[in-house]
């Protein structure tokens, strides 16, 4: 077995033994373990947040007096803890609806959106951009002045400039690649501190 083969099995095999329902729930764990972003008593939202591994751990660290919002264009079965909207972060009125959800801002934004993949790489890259601006955009509105943010976003191109971008609204932007996700993946995640919302555009 390919050695990227037999740790995405380990951590499908953690995910089931832990009761997570994804393995992706293990990126959040890692980059929350070098981060520190999520607290107790945050408030935090998860765009394309299904089938909701990491609404789990984010539920679990913000803790009973915490709150966390989720949206995804599928159903998600419920997480304890979390609130789910079933619609497309692309809804203009889906700004407001997490804030009212949340009781006030966001501290924290959480971004694992990935659109359908065609297979054609161009292609795929330029969609997975497109909508994590609009999750900027939407972040830009949620987000608390000094709030946090994670981004995943894939290699290529137009990533140089989403990450210029990124550096107008934060005051810190690094780039994280936790070792859950697969190192033969184009996959990385913009880890955001010191949001300043000054910076609004419309
Ligand atoms: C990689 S999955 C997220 C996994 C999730 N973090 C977890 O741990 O369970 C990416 C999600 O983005 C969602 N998505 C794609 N486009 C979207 C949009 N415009 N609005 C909301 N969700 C979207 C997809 O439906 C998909 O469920």
Redesign the pocket.
Known sequence: MRLADARRDQYRRLAKDQGF??R??YK?LQINNSYHILRKGGKVV??????????QVATKEVGGNGRVAG????EVEPVAGATVIQ????DPNVAGKMIEILGGKADVI?S?????VSGVWDVDHARQIS?TE?ALFLAQKVLREGGSAVF?VFEGDMLNDFRAELKKSFGKVLLSKPTASRQESSELYMVCSGFKPQQISG
Do not use: H, T, Y
């Open positions: 329902r994804a992706s729930a959040l998860d765009l394309g947040c299904a089938p909701g591994g990491w609404l949206i995804d264009l599928k619609g497309s972060i692309e959480l694992d959106i990935a659109p359908n909508l609009n995943k």
